[in-house]
């Protein structure tokens, strides 16, 4: 298809490896222009150098964190047992692995980012319609891993200073001090941000390792304390395997989705640097299902573990730490959560709202001002409220992200994979005005329409408490515990829909 409006900007020639991999042709000029910066250009494919090893300890270490063990021990508070809670999760994570691998492919294949990505369905303009509602769930995320953070701080503080630090005045209903943990634990990310992705590619190799053996050596201390693993095991459900546990079964397994949905669509800002596709396959298959189920096997043995020794189930894992009074066997325990939370909240929580605010201004905001942006955003919608207790943070927070998030995922699965079988124009993704990817003014109002009309569907039958009072469309109560599916699947099959009424003017280069 050629260009049916000027452009002062020339086209950026692309050349297809014999690997099948795609990069801008040597010599050619680079895209450039209000949607394009340093940032958000393919990268040279002599620059995408991670292997199957770096994408697998990045979800070792995302995976390995204090969120994913309160989805776990959290699923074990609110009744499930041990084989029920960690059958969910692994369910879960097998689900959500599909539209990883389907989005990640764009990522070896191109070198471009969720942001860029998205603006071959949504429009160069419109990108940004996923791109923000993507980043302000990041700094959702973001928030309430700093507020972890912070509390592993405040509890490993305390147990080293004293009374005086851990009883201080209280300010917003928390002692000042726990107010100054959590800026604390804000500036360390903020300090290995700033030093860029090969820095958080190093990072992340070190901490997963690391965090797995902290994982595994709370459970021989809970297990120690409970008198064996038999205690571990033999916990009841609550729920039994009858209606009770499938009334809870469905909102926990969207939830445990909505987890990762999130890094489902951006997961082309970390593809774009793989070596090759089947680096990225076999990295994200080998580290996500399999590290997310051992962790949630280890989280719900030890919360069963604490339920056996102090009487009921502590899920959060600060808190169990805390109430060892070996001095040694803490500063491990806080240590460990601290690394699992930098890992986690800095692959996961940073570098995509950083893109994606990037892709808002790409001239004036650079990657560094985006993760900036969501730090701060990060502590504005107050991560303690959503952190409070497991029902909202399951049920409500995670559940609401699925649904929304679930509805961007089926858009640009039917775009790249079932209209233009993964045949992207480069060049076309920066050009104003002209290119295919431009559509009516830089939007592409047939994703928006699809996008909304998911969403509604998804989330509009929902319990929103504690967030909101009430459900804001109760006809659509029935569809909520399957909020991620209906998002997917409704948006999915409209956008399809809408695109082959439009015709076949722009699906393939």
Known sequence: MTDTAPTAIPPSAQVTLADGRVELAPGSPPPSGRYANDDLLPVPVEKRTWTTYNFSALWVGMAHNTASWTLASGLIAVGMDWKQAVLTIALANVIVLVPMLLTGHAGPKYGIPFPVFARASFGIRGANLPAVVRALVAC????????????????????LIGDGWAEAGLIGGHPWTMWLSFAIFWAIQVAIIYRGMETIRRFENWAAPFVLVGAFVMLWWMSSK?????????????????????????????????????????????????????????????????????????????????????????????????????????????????????????????????????????????FRTGALATCVLGVLIFPWKLYSDPQGYIFTWLGLVGGLLGTVAGILIADYWLLRRARLDLGDLYREGGGRYWYEGGWNWRAVVAFLTGGVLAVGGADFDPLIDGVPIPALSPLADYGWAVGLGTSMVLYLGLMLLRGREDRAV
Do not use: C, H
Not at 140 to 159: C, D, H, N, Y
């Open 226 to 366: 409970a008198g064996g693993f038999g205690p571990l095991l033999d916990q009841p459900s609550k729920l039994g395997w009858g209606a009770d546990f499938w009334k809870l079964f469905w909102p926990s397994l969207m939830g445990m989705i909505g987890f990762w949905s999130t890094l489902s669509l951006n997961i082309p800002d970390f593809t774009r640097y793989g070596k090759s596709q089947k680096a990225q396959t076999w990295g994200q298959a080998l580290g996500l299902p399999t590290t997310m189920t051992l962790f949630a096997f280890l989280s719900v043995m030890v919360t069963s573990g604490s339920a056996a020794v102090y009487g009921e189930p502590i899920w959060d894992p600060v808190q169990l730490a805390a109430k060892t009074d070996n001095v040694v066997g803490l500063l491990f325990a806080l240590v460990t959560v601290l690394v699992a939370t930098l890992s986690v909240n800095i692959a996961a929580n940073l570098v995509s709202p950083a893109f994606d605010f990037s892709n808002i201004a790409p001239r004036r905001i650079s």
């Open 140 to 159: 959702g995320w973001f928030g309430i891993q700093t507020w972890i953070g912070g509390e592993a701080i405040f509890f490993l503080a305390g147990k």
